[in-house]
């Protein structure tokens, strides 16, 4: 049997998380439950693709009838959770071909209603990863070497900081009051949504020593990252965290198609 030998955390978008692995053969892929939280899915309907595919609502996208391919591995990376146990995987023309096809399939609005979330996830995955590709070939044409998902996150770092957030402490640290005063929203609601980010969000400890020297009185207190705080931003839909999401992924309420002239121009699509 094929073995899983890496494993990692893929976050391309803030907030969604998925589990990665390479094979012993070199092959990139997901596991099922990570293509179905990339593409907002419920992972029994994905598995449930496998004996319906091609769906009547995607042929059209689909190049020659691909078919959905997937793969039973062993997990031996050591860092995984799901070490020693056998797990379903995607490679990445899989994903790459599910990913095309829903949002093909939103954008001339062929979707039933309880498909177009899918295809929403599947258009902002098509920007987002665009951007990155552009950036990263751009570095490394340039003879820089950088990696995927940090100049992913990077861009949103940057996004954070043209919206006019500001860091209290030195070395781009922030705090609570920091996010609560940006996103304008109640601590509460923030405790809550670290709460169930405490995984994959860290907080950085602050010394009495740095706080006092920064004006402060507390003896000891959480920062964080810009890089989490742009996770915390477009991870909640306050006012502030919709606008982000806008710039980051566009209004994919509005696409370009054709008219019936072959013209391209704007139209409104329902989400």
């Known amino acids: 049997?094929?073995?899983?030998?890496?494993?990692?955390?893929?976050?391309?978008?803030?907030?969604?998380?998925c589990d990665g692995y390479v094979l012993n053969d070199g092959t990139a892929v997901m596991s099922e439950r990570g293509t179905a939280d990339l593409l907002g899915m419920n992972q029994m309907a994905l598995n449930r693709l496998k004996t319906k595919w091609p769906l009547k609502t995607l042929k059209p996208f689909i190049d020659n009838d691909l078919p959905l391919k997937t793969n039973l591995v062993e997990v031996m990376a050591e860092n995984s959770p799901h070490k020693g146990v056998n797990i379903t995987v995607y490679d990445t023309k899989t994903i790459e071909t599910l990913i095309f096809a829903y949002s093909m399939a939103f954008v001339h609005r062929k979707l039933r209603e309880n498909q177009r979330h899918i295809g929403e996830r599947s258009v902002i995955l098509l920007k987002a990863l665009v951007i990155t590709a552009l950036e990263i070939s751009i570095k490394q044409a340039c003879g820089l070497s950088t990696n995927i998902q940090q100049a992913a996150q990077q861009n949103y770092v940057e996004l954070v900081k043209q919206f006019g957030f500001t860091c209290s402490f030195e070395n781009e640290i922030a705090t609570k009051k920091d996010i609560i005063n940006f996103l304008d929203i109640p601590a509460s609601t923030l405790n809550s949504f670290l709460k169930k980010r405490q995984d994959d969000i860290q907080p950085?400890?602050?010394?009495?020593?740095?706080?006092?020297?920064?004006?402060?009185?507390?003896?000891?207190?959480?920062?964080?990252?810009?890089?989490?705080?742009?996770?915390i931003a477009l991870g909640m839909d306050s006012v502030i965290g919709i606008e982000l999401k806008k710039q980051a992924f566009g209004n994919i309420g509005t696409i370009v198609k054709p008219n019936t002239k072959g013209e391209i121009e704007w139209q409104q699509v329902s989400a």
Do not use: C, F, H
């Open 204 to 231: 950085i400890k602050l010394d009495y020593q740095t706080i006092k020297a920064n004006g402060g009185t507390a003896t000891r207190m959480n920062g964080y990252s810009l890089e989490d705080v742009s996770k």
């Open 1 to 17: 049997m094929t073995k899983a030998i890496n494993y990692g955390k893929v976050e391309l978008i803030p907030g969604i998380i």
